[in-house]
């Protein structure tokens, strides 16, 4: 237990009571190699979670980090905030990250993080429409249970945070929540219908919803899609977890051959080595605006979008997924994680599942009869995963294992020994 007196640090998103509770000046991490961390103690972690998703290269990816070393010592700042002798390496990024992407989606604002990048994406879909002559078309859908952020716009967004609905609003409005079980085509089309397709702006989605876990079918999803180009309707991808390489491609939508107007990149997009965000946005949302006679700017950014060290960690962290190999060991690695994980389910935890893809896995904990763990018996199971040695996320219903993309099959295996250690230490002190 830390005392308030002795500790400043106000953690986001849990109550500070519950934080000072569980801490201690031990556990603080002062070191990464590789896949793991050392804490103030001395003791080493397997880092099964990526710090928080977005370590995906590891603590001391060495391109990296000589590309931010040398950036600092030519250009150590600049930005794209307004134009003005923009930093030339924020440019090359920019046109590096286009040119992995397809033809039509190619024009890039860099900001700072994915929930800056998933608020630019939607004021930008409700900008567009007011140059457009259709003011009404304001309305936009997300869905319950997803996870976009925190801010006005995007807390308003996020399905998954009700509570911070409440107890933070008013937040902005005219957002609209539809079910996600289930057929998502379904669910968009018939919240279109009540509102009306010319109120509806935009929809922004997770390919792969980092909170709850569901996965659309990607037959469903590509109608969906393409009903919503039929009406008009912006279409959102935010891949700020499954992008850069986590599901083993620079795009989740893009490898199911699904094409939206926008996608939020971040996380990943500089290892995790500083802040760093990017929005894609197409042709048809940026040509008209490019090219407007109003003279009116999308008025959205910070003093620091296109920080120069970020724009040099995301050129490296391009170069070592596609040059190096990393982007295409992702789909053999996860091969080999899911595999080790389901023996261990099979045996500790027979009623549960692996789902996920990639190399964002989740560890379903359920017993025989199908009933979930409760909260306090997954946040035992997490305990003892740290007791063992190995750092996973606390999920709904159970555990995520999102280890960085440079992982070994050896250390892959490793994660699941360690899960089935902590589970062996949990279930044998349910019994006592």
Not at 18 to 39: C, H, K, M, P, Y
């Amino acid at each position: 237990m830390v005392e308030l007196s002795e500790y400043s640090a106000w953690h986001g998103t849990r109550p500070m009571k519950t934080a000072l509770e569980n801490l201690d000046s031990g556990s603080f991490l002062v070191e990464g190699r590789g896949v793991r961390v050392r804490d103030q103690a001395g003791r080493w972690y397997l880092d099964g979670r990526s710090s928080l998703w977005n370590l995906t290269l590891g603590h001391d990816h060495p391109k990296v980090i000589s590309a931010i070393r040398e950036q600092l010592d030519s250009l150590p700042f600049g930005t794209l905030l307004s134009y003005g002798r923009p930093p030339a390496v924020s440019i090359q990024f920019a046109n590096a990250l286009a040119a992995r992407l397809p033809a039509g989606l190619r024009h890039i604002r860099l900001g700072n993080t994915g929930s800056q990048m998933t608020e630019s994406a939607v004021l930008l879909s409700r900008f567009f429409r007011q140059e457009a002559g259709e003011p009404r078309r304001t309305a936009v859908i997300s869905f319950d249970g997803s996870y976009h952020g925190t801010g006005p716009c995007a807390t308003a967004l996020s399905g998954h945070l009700q509570k911070a609905h409440e107890w933070c609003g008013p937040l902005m409005d005219d957002v609209h929540q539809v079910p996600a079980e289930g057929s998502w085509h379904k669910a968009v089309q018939e919240q279109v219908a009540a509102l009306g397709p010319d109120r509806v702006t935009a929809v922004i989605f997770e390919p792969l919803m980092g909170s709850v876990g569901t996965i659309p079918d990607p037959g469903d999803l590509a109608r969906m899609v393409d009903y919503c180009r039929g009406q008009g309707i912006h279409v959102i991808a935010d891949e700020v977890t499954t992008g850069y390489g986590r599901i083993g491609h620079l795009s989740r939508v893009l490898q199911l051959g699904i094409h939206p107007d926008m996608i939020v990149f971040s996380k990943g997009i500089t290892a995790g080595y500083v802040p760093g965000a990017a929005l894609a946005v197409c042709d048809e949302i940026f040509d008209p605006l490019a090219s407007a006679a109003s003279g009116r700017a999308f008025i959205h950014g910070s003093t620091t979008d296109g920080h120069p060290l970020a724009a040099a960690a995301g050129l490296a962290v391009l170069e070592v997924l596609y040059e190096d190999g990393v982007m295409d060991s992702v789909a053999h690695k996860s091969e080999v994680l899911r595999a080790a994980l389901e023996r261990v389910q099979r045996e500790f935890v027979p009623g549960g599942e692996i789902a996920g893809t990639g190399l964002m896995l989740k560890f379903a904990l359920r017993d025989e009869q199908g009933q979930t763990w409760s909260r306090e018996e997954v946040n035992a199971l997490h305990a003892a995963c740290e007791e063992a040695g190995l750092l996973v996320s606390i999920a709904i219903e159970g555990l995520w294992v999102l280890p960085p993309l440079v992982i070994s099959v050896q250390e892959c295996e490793e994660i699941a020994e360690l899960m089935a250690t902590a589970l062996k230490a949990t279930l044998a002190d349910e019994l006592h």
